[in-house]
């Protein structure tokens, strides 16, 4: 699925989700933690350029979007489900709290890695949501790869 095809309601629900992802990647850069060197090397054997740009914070609740209908397309792709262990967003991560270990952090640094290699916050959000709409989040070739790179040491 290519997302150039999208309707107008798909666009307009990409512009919220972006904008809510790089203010949400703002807060963890201003707020968070640089990764633990063990982590830094963790990273970079999940291929990500620059480590040294990403921050972790560790929250009681991965955030989710207060515009209800942003938030209503979310739940709708399986994203942002309460059980979820770690968010990506760019160069910041969201860690539940005593969820933190070699396994997630490996698995959402390899989203970096990822959102490296699409370019921008917004180009790997389009085609991560195009992933989803077309194969499912447990399915996406985005979750499947980080999936596979997973690691416990």
């Known amino acids: 699925m290519h997302l150039e095809k999208t309707t107008p309601d798909l666009k307009h629900l990409l512009s919220l989700a972006v904008a809510w992802a790089e203010r949400q990647s703002e ?6 933690s640089p990764l633990s060197l063990p982590e830094l090397d963790l990273a970079r054997r999940m291929g990500v350029v620059k480590p040294e740009e990403i921050r972790l ?6 955030p989710t979007p207060t515009n209800s209908t942003l938030s209503k397309f979310a739940d709708s792709l399986g994203l942002l489900d309460r059980r979820m262990a770690g968010l990506t967003l760019g160069y910041s991560i969201f860690i ?5 270990s070699n396994r997630i952090i490996s698995h959402e640094c390899r989203h970096v890695f990822q959102y490296e290699q699409a370019g921008s916050m917004q180009m790997f959000i389009e085609e991560y949501i195009s992933q989803l709409i077309q194969f499912g989040y ?16």
């Open 27 to 32: 807060i963890i850069q201003n707020s968070g």
């Open 138 to 153: 447990a399915n996406s070739p985005f979750e499947q790869d980080a999936y596979a790179h997973e690691t416990d040491i």
């Open 96 to 100: 539940l709290k005593g969820k933190r």
């Open 57 to 62: 914070q560790i929250v009681e609740e991965i």
